[in-house]
């Protein structure tokens, strides 16, 4: 995905006014509207980290094309 923004303190300021957004809604319809008004620029990836609670600056960090993977305790 090609970012639409300038640099990375413009990202930084439009992921922080999402957080805001999303820190008032009240409902899962409001989250909805959120997601469809913002997902197109920013990513899934973003939204769902600001949406579990991570900050811009973490919603920003890149894994670096190497996947983690999840291992569970037997």
């Known amino acids: 995905m ?6 990375p303190n413009e990202e930084k300021a439009y992921l922080e006014e999402v957080k805001k957004e999303l820190d008032a809604c ?9 997601w469809k ?6 990513g ?3 939204l769902g980290r600001l949406l579990l609670g991570k900050s811009p600056e973490q ?6 094309g190497v996947k983690e993977r999840i291992v569970s305790e037997p």
Do not use: C, P, T
């Open 2 to 7: 090609q970012s639409v923004f300038n640099n």
């Open 37 to 42: 008004r913002h997902y197109l620029k920013i």
């Open 26 to 34: 009240d409902s899962e319809r409001d989250v909805v509207e959120l």
């Open 59 to 64: 919603a920003m960090r890149r894994s670096g």
């Open 44 to 46: 899934h990836r973003k």
